[in-house]
């Protein structure tokens, strides 16, 4: 009978290892669980980073009346006994361990201008010249939809205490087919509510979803997206919503195709340019305030 107080001792020490759990992490999951919705579903076909579909394959469950180590009808048998399979790696991993090597080599300290988000911020070649003198932090990583970014903000976004976030993403959430706005406008906001959980002062910038060639088909549901967005901006103090779409767009109302790459997604030199002359008073004004 020795057994029973072995089991309630082990039952307190795993208890108070479940109330020990990081603080944060908890906020992060219950912000990416509550109201955020999840990742838009279907391959990336030619969006921002072009890649292998990321679901699941389904579980194949052997028929009840095969019994233990047997095989059910037109089954293979058990596989031999071996080291467990590793979960495969989400497909940004390889990105993020590098902007952490990075960081350990040189570490790049705090309170900077952090730009993050997918690819057009990534690309965004001539971010530390055209933000000067600004101390800008680039931290985008190709083909990221909201929920990825979120999975990363303790990795890419605490260590750095940023005192401004210029953020870009959603526009792959919605790619060419979906029209869930809501769902990409609430990551957005999660990330917004996780960077003021991390410094109620921080300042967060939003530059809205492109109106790109190459997406134009689904514009509408862009459009809602971040108008959802604005609308949480104006209520919200310390949120910005910047209006980088209405320079980029041409005298019928259209996307200017002289400001992207041939892919008709990114943007070119030129784009980039009408984004610095939107982006970098109202940052550099926020900037100075901090007094960082």
């Keep these: 009978m020795g057994w029973w107080p072995e089991r309630q001792a082990e039952s307190r020490a795993g208890f108070a290892v479940c109330l020990g759990m990081n603080a944060f992490r908890v906020v992060v999951v219950a912000a990416m669980l509550l109201g955020v919705g999840a990742c838009a579903s279907g391959p990336r076909g030619g969006g921002e980073r072009a890649g292998t579909s990321r679901t699941a394959a389904a579980e194949q469950v052997a028929p009840a009346s095969a019994g233990p180590g047997q095989a059910g009808p037109g089954q293979a048998g058990p596989e031999p006994a071996g080291p467990e399979r590793a979960s495969p790696e989400a497909w940004y991993e390889p990105e993020i361990r590098a902007f952490e090597a990075a960081d350990r080599a040189n570490p790049p300290g705090v309170h900077k201008v952090l730009f993050i988000g997918s690819s057009s911020i990534r690309m965004w070649k001539t971010l530390a010249e055209d933000m000067a003198p600004m101390p800008v932090l680039n931290r985008g990583f190709g083909g990221s ?15 750095y205490r ?18 869930d706005s809501q769902s990409a406008a609430d990551g957005f906001i999660a990330f917004d509510r996780l960077a003021r959980a991390m410094s109620p002062e921080v300042q967060v910038f939003y530059i809205p979803i492109k109106a790109s060639v190459a997406r134009w088909g689904n514009w509408e549901a862009m459009r809602r997206a971040n108008e959802i967005v604005r609308a949480y901006c104006e209520a919200t103090p310390g949120a910005t919503y910047l209006d980088t779409v209405t320079p980029t767009l041409g005298a019928e109302g259209k996307p200017d195709p002289t400001i992207f790459l041939g892919d008709g997604l990114h943007l070119n030199a030129k784009g980039y340019e009408i984004w610095t002359r939107v982006v970098r008073g109202p940052v550099l004004k926020a900037w100075e305030e901090t007094g960082e």
């Design 145 to 159: 939809k909201t929920q990825e970014v979120l999975a990363v903000f303790d990795r890419i976004v605490l260590p």
């Design 162 to 179: 940023p005192s401004v976030i210029v953020y870009y993403c959603g526009d792959n959430d919605l790619g060419t087919d979906n029209h």
